[in-house]
C-alpha cells in the first residue's frame, strides 16, 4: 500500500483545502437524505443467505442417520465431528479429516478455548502460558484481538506487507521466549486481502521459538475468491512438519460465510499430539457437537466440489458490490490524495487508509450521515491505530445501490476531513 502525503505538503493538499466549503455543501445534501446505512460488519447479504435456502429442510424428517448408521438425533460417538463432515470440510483446513474436528457453529470459539487452555493447563508438553505475548499482524481481526485482551494477554502489532507479516521483525521478535501464539489470517486476511506468500508461509514454520509457540491459522477466507487470480497459499501444517516443528500450527476455517452467518460449522486441523491434547479437553467442555447441523451441510453440498459451486454463486452476488465501491471511490477519491484502498481477490472487505490523523473523524462524520463504520482503531490491538488513518468497510451485507451511497458517503466524510486537517494546518 502506498503512503499518502503528509497533509499540507503537496498540490493535491492546496486544492482540497480551497474545496472545503463546496465539500461542506455537499456533505450537508447527503445528510438531508436521512439514510440509514450499516457497513460495519461483514455479514453475508439475504441473497447470499437465501442461496443456502435448501438447508433449511436438511436433512429431512426421516433423514437423520449417518453413514456409519448413527441417530444424529441423539448423543453418540466422538466429539470430533462426524467423519463425513471432516471428509467434506478438510480442504478448507488442508488436513486429512483424522486429523481435523468438525464442531459446533463457531470457529472464533474453537480459538477462543485453544489459548484459555494453554493458560489454564499449558500447551502438550509444556507449562501453563502465564506472562505471556501474541503477535499480531495489522491491520488485523477486532475479535482476535478482544480474545486476548479479555485473556490479558500482551499483544505485539506487526505490520502487514501484502504477502504477509513483516517477516523480518516476526522472526526477531518471536526468539523471546515469552512469544507464544501469533494470528494470521492468511488468506484474504480481514481487512488487508493479502494472501500469505510462499515464502512467508516457509519462514513461519521454520524460524526458531518457544517449543510451545503456536501459530492461530484463520483461514476464514479459504474459497471466498472474488477474482480469477485465486492466489494459492502453501500448507502451513505440511511446512511446519517437514521443518521439524510438527506442532506449531492450529488451522482454522469455517462456513459462517458460505452457509449462514452464525449457524454455520467452525473446524480446526493441526498434529496428532495438538489434536488429542485439544480433543482431551474438549471431551470435558461438551458431549459433542450439533450432529444435525453436520449432516446438513454434507447433503447440501456432497462434495467439495459442491462447495466451489456454491461459492461461484456468491461470488456473482458480491462482485456488483464491490464494484460499486470501487466505481465511487474512484470517481471522488481518485487521484486526491487524501487515500488509498484495495481490490481485493476476495474475502469480505475492502481495506481504506485515509489521511494520518483523519480515521476517527471520518468514522464520526460517517455517523452524522447514517452510516455506520466500523470505530477506527479496531483493526489494531487495543483499539489503538498509531495513525489513526485504517478503516474496514464491509460492502457485502447491503444492496448494491445502498452499498453505491454508502460509499459515496464515506468518501465525502474522507474528503471533509482531510481539508479540515489541512485548515488547521495552514
Ligand atoms: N475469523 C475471521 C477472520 C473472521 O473474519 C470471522 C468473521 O468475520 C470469523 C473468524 C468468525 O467465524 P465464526 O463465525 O466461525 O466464529
New binding site residues.
Given amino acids: 500500500m502506498t503512503d499518502l502525503p503528509h497533509h499540507g505538503s503537496s498540490d493535491h493538499a492546496a486544492v482540497l483545502g480551497a474545496r472545503h466549503n463546496e465539500l461542506r455543501a455537499r456533505y450537508e445534501t447527503f445528510r438531508a437524505k436521512g439514510l440509514r446505512l450499516d457497513i460495519t460488519?461483514?455479514?453475508p447479504s439475504s441473497e447470499q443467505l437465501d442461496l443456502s435456502a435448501a438447508m433449511l429442510s436438511l436433512p429431512g424428517r426421516d433423514d437423520y442417520l449417518s453413514a456409519d448408521g448413527w441417530d444424529c438425533r441423539n448423543y453418540f460417538g466422538s466429539v470430533q465431528g462426524l467423519p463425513e463432515a471432516r471428509a467434506l470440510l478438510s480442504g478448507l483446513v488442508g488436513a486429512p479429516p483424522e486429523r481435523m474436528i468438525v464442531a459446533g457453529?463457531?470457529?472464533?470459539?474453537?480459538?477462543h478455548d485453544a489459548i484459555l487452555w494453554a493458560l489454564v493447563h499449558g500447551m502438550p508438553g509444556g507449562r501453563p502460558w502465564r506472562d505471556v505475548r501474541f503477535l499480531c499482524p495489522v491491520p488485523g481481526?477486532d475479535?482476535?484481538f478482544a480474545i486476548l485482551e479479555g485473556l490479558g494477554i500482551a499483544m505485539v502489532p506487526v505490520p502487514l506487507t501484502g504477502a504477509g507479516p513483516d517477516m523480518d521483525a516476526v522472526e526477531r521478535l518471536v526468539a523471546d521466549p515469552s512469544v507464544k501464539g501469533m494470528w494470521c489470517?492468511p488468506k484474504y486476511?480481514?481487512p488487508t486481502a493479502e494472501t500469505y506468500s510462499a515464502a512467508s508461509v516457509e519462514r513461519l514454520a521454520k524460524m526458531k521459538a518457544a517449543p510451545d509457540f503456536r501459530i492461530f491459522w484463520?483461514n476464514?477466507?479459504a474459497v471466498h475468491h472474488l477474482t480469477d487470480a485465486r492466489p494459492e497459499l502453501a500448507n502451513l501444517l505440511d511446512a511446519c512438519a517437514r521443518h521439524g516443528n510438527p506442532d506449531r500450527a492450529f488451522v482454522?476455517a469455517?462456513?459462517?460465510?458460505i452457509t449462514f452467518?452464525?449457524g454455520?460449522?467452525?473446524m480446526l486441523a493441526t498434529s496428532k499430539a495438538n489434536l488429542d491434547w485439544y480433543l482431551g479437553h474438549m471431551t470435558r467442555r461438551t458431549i459433542g457437537p450439533d450432529k444435525l447441523n453436520q449432516l446438513r451441510h454434507v447433503r447440501f453440498f456432497r462434495d467439495p466440489d459442491g462447495i466451489a459451486r456454491h461459492m461461484e454463486a456468491q461470488r456473482r452476488l458480491l462482485v456488483p458490490r464491490f464494484a460499486a465501491v470501487y466505481e465511487r471511490f474512484d470517481a471522488l477519491l481518485g487521484g486526491t490524495g487524501t487515500a488509498t484502498w484495495n481490490r481485493p481477490d476476495g474475502g469480505?472487505f475492502v481495506n481504506l487508509d485515509v489521511m494520518d490523523g483523519c480515521a476517527t473523524r471520518v468514522v464520526a462524520l460517517a455517523k452524522d450521515l447514517g452510516i455506520a463504520m466500523v470505530p477506527a482503531g479496531r483493526t489494531f490491538p487495543y483499539g489503538k491505530d498509531p495513525r489513526d488513518r485504517n478503516l474496514r468497510i464491509a460492502p457485502t451485507c447491503l444492496a448494491v445501490e445502498e452499498v453505491r451511497a454508502a460509499a459515496e458517503g464515506v468518501a465525502l466524510c474522507v474528503l471533509l476531513a482531510a481539508s479540515e486537517r489541512i485548515g488547521k494546518v495552514d
Avoid: C, I, Q, W
Wanted: aromatic share 14%; no cysteine; net charge positive.
Fill in positions: 460488519r461483514g455479514k457453529n463457531s470457529s472464533l470459539a474453537l480459538m481481526y475479535r482476535h489470517v486476511s480481514n484463520d476464514a477466507y482454522f469455517s462456513t459462517s460465510k452467518g452464525g454455520g460449522l467452525g469480505y
